[in-house]
């Protein structure tokens, strides 16, 4: 029998365009402090930390868990950095959370960041492109997203419309006016994404996420600990992750199979079997508009096609049957590294009860998502109120 | 908590420069070749730990690339930013929380692509020190120097750990120096960064590692002699070299504190058979000497000088010629445990030079051994 673990207190910076008054172990202690804080912890109580963060090109900075370690107590202590693109800051967690249930550590703190500031976002994108054969065409990420928002839309169309983006963003921006670490925190209207600049056919700029400075923490706990130190932790009901190759000829980037296997696995471990009634709450990562309509159906909230009538009925608005992305999602903050833990973060806040302002009544279960690397790395977390 | 193993084991025959590779077919062979060693296809794997570093990869998230010839495709796969035997680490918290009875570990680098100065450069905090034209070796010098001057360690020792490993290395044929020299070659080789000569220094590698860990019923049922891993343990140290106690291992001293205490090892020098660590520099493998608690603090000349860690010397260390004679970065930890775990089953493929039931492995990594990750292995 595997331990329970659970999470205990979280951190975010406030997610900004450009933070010119903190360097990168500086922002990520920020955070990092408020986690510890909510979870009652002195730096000394932490047996190990856990870091993430996305390409290291961004910043230019090698092996920044060395930079940033010492920075938040780990000086003399274990430090281990996971990087698996957009995945990274969830992938920390389940790293985290493996350090607890293999019974070596008791509480570990995980921390992720990124600093987009630092450089310019999709030149350190495009250098992910394999050198030889795909940089020389390389556009960054809003290129490979622009084909997977084809590919959906064609597969769905007429049915499918452009404004079912556009829908996406404009619900999500709306959330983040609740929400006092999200960066974009001014409402928008369908008509203005939709007469918003062109970026990669069909994404416009307001189907678009910012690029963001902001950093994120959490604490991980084994079950008695985690009993003692808060109320109400948010305990890890199912973790599932997968991964898949870019270059399968048939690579489905509308209904992504590694994305499928991820849920099955999380709710397998979870006991879920019907998720939209089971789950509560979703935050998952669409750092472009369709790809909220996609995870939906991926994840099996809906059925294939469907996630579009779901943004449209007010189904996934905060008050509605199954709330998506409350926080306001990536579209509203994403600094990259940090995203796929923001989303654990805010599925943990909504099931610990400590979202605030944009907190869905009577949470018990929630789902965290994240996909990274050429749509091909998917993560699931399922969070719950007991175990 | 379960028992884990290492079970299957393989690493490519370490060059200066493979041409005819990239870090896919490198990677692919390993795994095939760690695979068939144990007995297992690639279906029988749960879950995917790999190494690797973007930098020396010159892309980013560069396991976007390498997953599929590393055979995570539709698996559980994840990625260790450092060296390959942290990823171990993880690898073992994997299958060690029962929630997986397989984890296959990859590790992969390719040196030869990039300048290594200009690599380890890019380690250095970017507004002070790197403005400076601090790098690896640089880092290696002032830490070699606060050493040697606090315990009064000559020239002559150092270069003696050199000679001691390249004389092991040309018996190892996955060895890339397999050329012996004397303490006065060593000596007498150019300065790389003073005191520290050529001939003590790693050399650069392209070179690729994989090791399967398996639960302890998996281990016992592929019907090949197991390597048991009874202790694991990582650590860190400060990261400015300035604030550190540069006389210190202080993360290795961490980690193998954790992995001996975790296989019931108190006396180390008596009771561990052999060690395999990461010496990138050789004043480096007196200071381990120290770390790992075969000797005290300050003793690591003497103990060379006893003859005891050379090969027939017990405990011996890096009877493979260690990173000395070998560095395929990132890959050259997951090495010690693959050169260990094969000694200790008496599965080498070649005459061992030392053999035993128990041994300490070690990985580093960043400047100046900032990280460390330790490993027991017995028969």
Redesign the interface.
Known sequence: ??RPAAIVGTGQTVHVSRREDV?IPEMVREAAGRALEEAGLAWKDIDAVVAGS?????E????P???I??AVG????????????GTAGA?AT??GY??V????FDVVLVVAYEKLSDGVAQY??S?????LWDRDFACGAPGLAGLQATQYLARHAPEVREEHGAMVAVKNRKNALLNPCAQLRKEITVEEVMASAPVASPLKLLDCCPTSDGAAALVIAEGRRARKMVRKPAWFAGV?????????PHVDMAYP??CV?AAQ?AYQAAWVYQPYRELDVAEVYEAFSFQELIWTEALGLCRPGEGARLVESGATALDGEFPVNPSGGVLSANPIGASAMIRQIEAAMQVMGSAGEHQVPGVRKALAHSW???I??STVTVFADEI | MEEVAAIGWAQTVHERRMERETPMSMAYRVVNEALSSCGLTIQDIEVLIDAGSDFLDGRGISTCITVDAMGGHFKEESKVAGDGLLAAAYAYMRVASGLSSTALVVAYGKSSESDASLQTATMCEPFFTRPLGFDGAAAAALQARSYMRRYGVGPETTAGVAAKNLAAGAANPNAQVRGEASVEEVMTSPVLASPIRELEAAPVTDGACAVVLARGDVARSVGVRPAWISGVGHCSDAYSIGTRERHRAVAAAGASRSALRMAGISRPHDQLDFLEVSEFYSYQELMLYEATGLCGEGEGADLFSSGDTSPGGRPAVNVSGGALCANPLVATGLVRLAEAAARVTDRAEYEPGAKGDRALVHGGGGLAMQTATCMVVER
């Open positions: 029998m595997t360097n996305a390409p290291e090109i961004f230019g900075v090698n092996n868990e060395n930079w370690g010492p780990a000086s003399g202590k274990p430090v281990m950095r996971i990087h698996t693109g992938s389940i790293a493996y350090h249930v293999s019974g070596l350190g994108l250098a992910c492109y394999d050198p599932g992750a997968c991964s898949e190759s870019p270059y399968v199979e590694s296997r696995q990274g690397g050429a091909q790395f």
